[in-house]
């Protein structure tokens, strides 16, 4: 198997170093793990791609490599660049702080994975959830290493793959807690965390020119039963299956009856 893997925490990033020991345990001995990652951190920058100006790649090894761009660009650069064909599998990750709940919105790791799927290949995102329970531990990203790689060959034996117009792929989020607490997979819808949104935080800098710092809410706000903070907060990883299509399908009917 040929696994392509990216992140948006950057080339350097310590969950990145993590995806590639599991990606290599899922490829197998006779395998192939590709990293293409982005040269510095893209955290928040969702789907986007840089349309406007190019992105320089930067070789980094024996199949790893940089790209001062987006995490959907290091997609689009590992599959029309560097590699010779298509890989079989994109895994994006594993972030460093979780992509649940509204979070996976502006995520640029689910963005990755996102942009995969366009292209027609399986694609999983992986997050760890960060909190009292992992975030001071040798290793905050154990739950993720111990749970990733079966649960990654679960979901491309049974995941339902198919060839829709708007393929089908994962967001996974491993629990806030140590390996040895972690409950194991759930399989759960988005949820939404009430009161939890974006700001920002203006600043004065030395010189009088103002400046705001994008922030957000607390993490920890559960969501409802069956949805994905709730089972990362009650130890449990969340198994997501996702579309790239925004349509609302349950509104159109309603909407057709009333203006045609």
Partial sequence: MRILITNDDGIIAPGLTALYEIASKVAGKDGEVWTVAPAFEQSGVGHCISYARPAMLVSHGKRRFAVEGTPADCVLAGMFDVMDGMPDLVLSGVNKGNNSGENTLYSGTIGAAMEAALQGVK????????????????DPFETARKEAPDLIVKLLEHGGWDDADYRLFYNVNFPPVAAKDAKGPKVVTQGFRHDVTFGVTPQLSPTGRRYLWVHGGAQHTPTLDGSDVHA???GYTSVTPMRADLTDHALLQQLRDKIG
């Fill in 123 to 138: 694609a999983i995102a992986l997050s760890q959830y960060f909190g009292p329970g992992n975030a001071k531990l040798d």
């Fill in 232 to 234: 990362n907060l009650n």
